[in-house]
């Protein structure tokens, strides 16, 4: 699904060394549909001409208030875009933008412009620290200007920190996003699905029956709910969902580190995995022989990768799921203290239910509340479960309750 296909999007470009890696993102938005055009800051043509822009983006681009033809191509400009994103974002460009000035033609065409707003900062990290850029941050987040990154890392100025420029192909994803329409339009979704294999030796694993059916519906109702998703699967027999980026994985181990590698900038994180409490020991590096008599294999604790995300200092939303034979509901909430989540979706085990079967059941607790979802198709409680994310997630945004707090709640 390409959102960004005959997209009108306003690239802004303000003074600073990253602005030639501006030029690439105009390159990616034109070979994605979208139509560009380029305003320069003043200080931006000190470190990248207007040519290049013009040459990428087959436009006129504009630098100075002397460009302003006809005394209204700002308002036209303004009117015209449908996204402004303004990268790089220098330090100076930030605080015209907080203060509402429009001393730049770049900056009276954002004050002028009813699109929504995306900024991508680079400076030097001591800028970036700076209280007066802090400030004017929070004082444009506030409006509602979505600000991407900055990444941290060697600064061309020797020095090393928060301040480098997301690079282009994450702008170009953030703009793609911002164009996505549903209830999770914007977010950007990490889930776990399948099984997990722990290795005895090189032919024989511990697993179990997970069939990832549940995980893979998931991640396609909240695809379909307009999410950017990042799933991580098991070994399974599905295909990829269209549209959701998967990884495959065999062990807790790998399927923890193919968490964490995508963990940054996620909003929700969805455990549907039935991931192994133990793993063995001490693997065999060649495949063990049959012996006579007993043969006792030793396992030791695998990571808990829900428990791992959820005790994350920049943590994202977390949902678990809770497969049960018993006491459902009584598990369901002692789980989702131990693990420290928002949210459990507990499910039975058996009777046709639960593992390897395209039915389910849920049971969802969260905070004060519960929800039982009927027996119905697995792609079907999906949605409703994706549903009942969505409502919970966005008035947590609206609060500051984290589970930590619901913890000391109920000690
Ligand atoms: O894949 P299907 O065949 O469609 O079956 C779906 C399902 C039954 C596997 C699914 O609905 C489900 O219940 N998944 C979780 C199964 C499970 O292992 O539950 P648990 O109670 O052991 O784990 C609780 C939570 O912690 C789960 O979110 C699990 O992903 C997570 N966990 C568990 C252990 C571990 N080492 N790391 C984890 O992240």
Same mark, same amino acid.
């Given at each position: 699904?390409?959102?960004?296909?005959?997209?009108?999007?306003?690239?802004?470009?303000?003074?600073?060394?990253?602005?030639?890696?501006?030029?690439?993102?105009?390159?990616?938005?034109?070979?994605?549909?979208?139509?560009?055009?380029?305003?320069?800051?003043?200080?931006?043509?000190?470190?990248?001409?207007?040519?290049?822009?013009?040459?990428?983006?087959?436009?006129?681009?504009?630098?100075?208030?002397?460009?302003?033809?006809?005394?209204?191509?700002?308002?036209?400009?303004?009117?015209?875009?449908?996204?402004?994103?303004?990268?790089?974002?220098?330090a100076?460009?930030?605080?015209?933008?907080?203060?509402?000035?429009?001393?730049?033609?770049?900056?009276?065409?954002?004050?002028?412009?009813?699109?929504?707003?995306?900024?991508?900062p680079a400076m030097n990290q001591a800028m970036w620290r700076h209280?007066?850029t802090r400030?004017?941050?929070?004082?444009?987040?506030?409006?509602?200007?979505?600000?991407?990154?900055p990444?941290?890392?060697?600064?061309?100025?020797?020095?090393?920190g928060p301040g480098?420029?997301? #690079? *282009? !192909?994450?702008?170009?994803?953030? &703009?793609?996003? @911002?164009?996505?329409?549903?209830?999770? =339009?914007? %977010?950007?979704?990490?889930?776990?699905?399948?099984?997990?294999?722990?290795?005895?030796?090189?032919?024989?694993?511990?697993?179990?029956?997970?069939?990832?059916?549940?995980?893979?519906?998931?991640?396609?109702?909240?695809?379909?709910?307009?999410?950017?998703?990042?799933?991580?699967?098991?070994?399974?027999?599905?295909? #990829? *969902? !269209?549209?959701?980026?998967?990884? &495959?994985?065999? @062990?807790?181990?790998?399927?923890?580190? =193919?968490? %964490?590698?995508?963990?940054?900038?996620?909003?929700?994180?969805?455990?549907?995995?039935?991931?192994?409490?133990?793993?063995?020991?001490?693997?065999?590096?060649?495949?063990?022989?049959?012996?006579?008599?007993?043969?006792?294999?030793?396992?030791?604790?695998?990571?808990?990768?829900?428990?791992?995300?959820?005790?994350?200092?920049?943590?994202?939303?977390?949902?678990?799921?809770?497969?049960?034979?018993?006491?459902?509901?009584?598990?369901?909430?002692?789980?989702?203290?131990?693990?420290?989540?928002?949210?459990?979706?507990?499910?039975?085990?058996?009777?046709?239910?639960?593992?390897?079967?395209?039915?389910?059941?849920?049971?969802?607790?969260?905070?004060?509340?519960?929800?039982?979802?009927?027996?119905?198709?697995?792609?079907?409680?999906?949605?409703?479960?994706?549903?009942?994310?969505?409502?919970?997630?966005?008035?947590?945004?609206?609060?500051?309750?984290?589970?930590?707090?619901?913890?000391?709640?109920?000690?």
């Amino acid at each position: 699904m390409n959102l960004l296909d005959g997209k009108r999007v306003l690239l802004g470009v303000s003074g600073g060394i990253a602005a030639y890696k501006s030029a690439e993102l105009v390159r990616l938005l034109r070979a994605a549909g979208a139509l560009v055009r380029v305003v320069m800051t003043p200080a931006a043509s000190g470190f990248v001409t207007a040519r290049t822009f013009q040459a990428l983006s087959g436009e006129v681009v504009r630098c100075d208030w002397s460009d302003d033809r006809t005394g209204m191509d700002h308002i036209e400009l303004a009117r015209w875009a449908e996204r402004i994103l303004v990268a790089p974002a220098s330090a100076d460009t930030l605080a015209c933008l907080a203060h509402g000035r429009a001393d730049t033609l770049l900056a009276a065409i954002c004050l002028a412009s009813e699109a929504p707003l995306l900024v991508a900062p680079a400076m030097n990290q001591a800028m970036w620290r700076h209280a007066a850029t802090r400030d004017n941050l929070a004082c444009l987040q506030r409006r509602g200007v979505q600000v991407c990154g900055p990444d941290t890392g060697e600064q061309a100025c020797g020095e090393v920190g928060p301040g480098r420029m997301q #690079a *282009p !192909e994450m702008l170009l994803q953030a &703009l793609s996003d @911002s164009f996505a329409s549903g209830r999770l =339009a914007g %977010l950007k979704l990490v889930i776990t699905a399948g099984p997990t294999r722990e290795a005895v030796d090189p032919v024989r694993f511990l697993g179990n029956r997970s069939s990832g059916k549940m995980g893979y519906a998931v991640a396609r109702a909240a695809r379909d709910a307009g999410a950017r998703v990042e799933l991580v699967s098991g070994p399974v027999a599905l295909a #990829a *969902p !269209e549209g959701v980026e998967r990884v &495959l994985v065999e @062990s807790g181990q790998e399927m923890l580190d =193919a968490v %964490l590698a995508r963990i940054t900038a996620c909003d929700i994180f969805i455990a549907a995995a039935a991931v192994a409490d133990y793993r063995p020991v001490a693997p065999a590096a060649q495949k063990i022989k049959k012996q006579a008599g007993e043969w006792t294999l030793q396992l030791e604790p695998a990571p808990d990768i829900l428990a791992t995300v959820a005790a994350l200092e920049n943590r994202p939303w977390c949902v678990g799921f809770a497969a049960e034979t018993e006491q459902l509901e009584l598990h369901a909430r002692k789980k989702r203290m131990h693990k420290g989540v928002e949210m459990i979706a507990a499910n039975l085990v058996g009777d046709g239910l639960g593992f390897d079967t395209d039915d389910n059941e849920l049971l969802l607790v969260w905070e004060g509340g519960e929800r039982h979802l009927a027996r119905a198709p697995k792609s079907r409680l999906a949605v409703q479960l994706v549903e009942q994310i969505a409502d919970l997630y966005s008035h947590s945004m609206t609060t500051d309750e984290t589970p930590a707090d619901d913890a000391k709640h109920s000690a």
